[in-house]
């Protein structure tokens, strides 16, 4: 494997890693989702490159319905719902950026930890890929625990997903069907959630899920 | 027919029980429809008796195996037919024809017939398939299906509290039964998964675990035998069940655990150490002990006979416990006594215990009634369910000529070769255990002479035990089919000793001495100049004594007879409740031994005189076990349950931060392994 390839590789993913990083300190939900494409232009470059180093055709494709999909489909889709809900202006007040930040450095370590531990015979392409796709998992895990609004959960839930996938082409070989069928189900995802926002919305004129932890008769 | 191998026929058979299962649901609520269910039940039994015997009598060392694609793919169904399955299938089979003809009668009076004619084939097919099931995953599954189709049975009248509490306790038991099971096979396959019992018997138990295994299968197969401490389910839960299914449980699924204790302790788990006899002899003797006594103490019939199994499941562990010491010493003929005597123990047990549940059956058939205090005087008008239950009584208290006298010597034949152990802890543990037996085997006789005397002899204590009639024949051909089977066995023990022997000769490698070579018959289980038994020479002494002492007394006794009222001391009419009760019968054990057994508390209240009221006399017994044990654990758990209830209440982002710190936990733990 060429030197060159391996640290273009690596370039890449992590930059996914420290985009999704920078989505855990997104409080207005606009920057948030331009963040968000953002992080799917990387990973299709990403996927893109992998296919060019493993000379994997179908692995254009799959870099083609990330960046269109996820990239553009979905945020544009996000940005048009929250200015028809009217919240692309609200701050989300839950999050402590210093806390959350902190604990996204930790989990970066504790999967870099992990993987490098658990797979010393693995191929050495593979093996950080696979450190940088659990850290980009463990991130957008915490932004979904993290965060209150339906629509951060949301954009957490596709990052999630956007590390399954940079795992799932980094490793050689993996056939294409996995990776349509984690893109339909994350467009799936999308559209279910969306309607649901809807629902949320007109039912408790707010999209902010602990109005309904309040309809639940609990309280925090 | 002849060359199909035994073991196709056997796995024949219990999917024609399955079938026969399948067809009952449909049929069930009809009138007619226990003929063609238990018609089939018995001829399926039937064939699986006989093939299981051709298998024992063959004295074959062949095993017959098979792997079908059933199950887990790449683990398969195994299955394996050797001499002990097939001694224990004859037990099973034995016990299901006789139960299988029982019922043909005796379910005339079911007012439930569709709860019980699905479950009866699917529970006879669950016990057959645990004896041939080869790797753990099968054993399993067969297992719990019988516990499953058994617990079906006990739910049948369910509309009765005590029955609904009877099948919530055993459920509870089973499970925690199949779950000690579960981890002892789990850790006889170690990680690399060698859930075959070929692979388990070539590598043993994994070293330093051997002690840890044994302690799983004995609370595994303990909690369906019924050891003490986890008998509690067994005395609700068999009367519970209609007559012939109590009859099943006690008599032949206490066995299948008995086999599985087997199965593990001396087949799978690798060379014997010595100090395993310790708990299993400790365990067994304080089983037999008190279970009989809580037997002595109980006033309905069926939990009578319950308990009662109690004590032979302790007498069959004493032996086997037995059998792992002089195993563990290499003194394999002394095992294979002490073997001998357990498997003839269950194999007669088998026969007595079905017998007394179908009397105590027909007993309930003819009056209506389990409670001993309201029966009384059946002798006279059910004559051969009383000559029957006699005998099963007599079997079971161990008197010769009878089958259990003949096992029970055998065990005591075996504890006499106790002082050639090495071991000072044994030597010392071993005429302990021994004096426990016999107080248990005296005690057994107490309690069966009260439960004979008080239900079938004196006057009826009540209108429906004086209103009682025979009941019918087909319940009673299966009545004496198992009399003339303990007697049989009793008279002729060398016979089953030798048919026992290739059981035998599979888990401890070696046999007792062929007996029917014998001249007269006799049983010399080591040496003529130290003990000899002679079934046939005693039951010919007793036959010709009685015969002449009725003989010499019609003979010589006066010619002149009158009959005339008994003399009543002045009291004309006097009520039945003068008669001795149940509870008056027991009252001098209960004085003795319940003090510290069970914190028997008697109060008597005498009003003053010159104040008509009656006397009375209050007797509270406590069950240790339950109230020491059992409530503590059950109210632990209570507050655990009610702890975690908060956790059904939480919201979406709380589960997602439970799942989240799981996942960063576990890989914590992955980071820090290695």
Known sequence: MDKLALDIAHFLAGSLVLVSLMLLYQDRLPALLNVFAFQAIILALSVAWQAYVQGASDLYLTAAITLSVKAIIIPVALHRMIRRLGIHREVETAINIGPTMLAGLGLVALSVVVILRVTVNADVFAREDLAFALSVVLLGMLMMVTRRNAVSQVVGFMSLENGLILAATGAKGMPFVVEISVAFSVLIAFIVI?????????????????AMDDFRGESR | MTNWAPLDVLLWCILAHLVTSGVAI?????????????????????????????????????????????????????????ALSAFFLVVINLGGVAASLYGLGYGRHESAPERVLPFFPMFLAGMNLVLLAADAFTFLLSW???????????????????????GYVYIAMASFGTLALLLAFGLMAGPDGGYAFATMRADGAPSGLAGLVLGLALL?????????????????AHPAAPSHVSALMSGVMTKVAIYGFIRLAFDLLGPISWWWAVPVLIVGAVTAVLGVLSALMQNDIKRVLAYSTIENIGLIFVALGLALAFQGNGMTAAAAVAVTAALFHVLNHSLFKSLLFFGAGAVLTATGERAMENLGGLLNRMPTTGLLFLVGSVAISALP??????????MLQAILLSPELPQWALKLLIPAVGAMLALAAALAAACFVRAFGISFLGRPRSAAASNAHEVDRISIAAMSILAVLCLLAGIFPAIIIDAVAPAVQTIIGTRMPVQTDIAWLSIVPIAESRSSYNGLLVFIFIAA????????????????????????????????????????????LRRVLGGFAFRVHEEIHVPLPGNGSPARLIVTVHDLIWEWL?????????????????????????????????????????????
Request: glycine share 8%; hydrophobic share 50%; aromatic share 12%.
């Open chain 2, 144 to 166: 719990e299906s019988m516990s499953l189709a058994s617990w079906a049975l006990v739910m049948t009248h369910h509309q009765e509290e005590g029955n609904r509490k009877a």
């Open chain 2, 545 to 588: 004594s009685a015969s002449l002492a009725v003989f010499a007394i019609h003979w010589l006794a006066s010619a002149k007879l009158r009959r005339a009222p008994a003399w009543d001391c002045g009291f004309p009419d006097g009520s039945p409740a003068t008669q001795y009760t149940a509870d008056s019968f027991a009252q001098p």
């Open chain 2, 401 to 410: 000529p009878l089958n259990g006298f003949a096992s029970e010597w055998l």
């Open chain 2, 220 to 236: 595994g197969t303990g909690s369906k035998a019924g050891l003490v401490p986890l008998h509690v389910w067994l005395p609700l």
């Open chain 2, 26 to 82: 449909p049929i069930g609520r009809v009138s007619w429809a226990r003929w063609p269910v238990y018609g089939a039940s018995l001829l399926i039994s039937g064939v699986a008796c006989a093939y299981g015997l051709m298998h024992l009598i063959a004295q074959s060392s062949v095993a017959w195996e098979t792997v079908l694609p059933l199950g887990l793919p790449w683990i398969g169904a195994h299955f394996r037919l050797d």
């Open chain 1, 194 to 210: 969306g309607i649901f926002l809807f629902r949320i919305r007109e039912r408790f004129d707010t999209v902010d899920l602990e």
């Open chain 2, 630 to 674: 059992y409530e503590p654990l059950i109210r632990l758990v209570n507050v655990l349950a009610e702890r975690l209830n908060h956790l059904q209440f939480l919201t979406i982002r709380r589960y997602l931060s439970l799942v989240f710190g799981e996942l960063i936990i576990l890989l914590l733990i992955l980071a820090s392994w290695t």
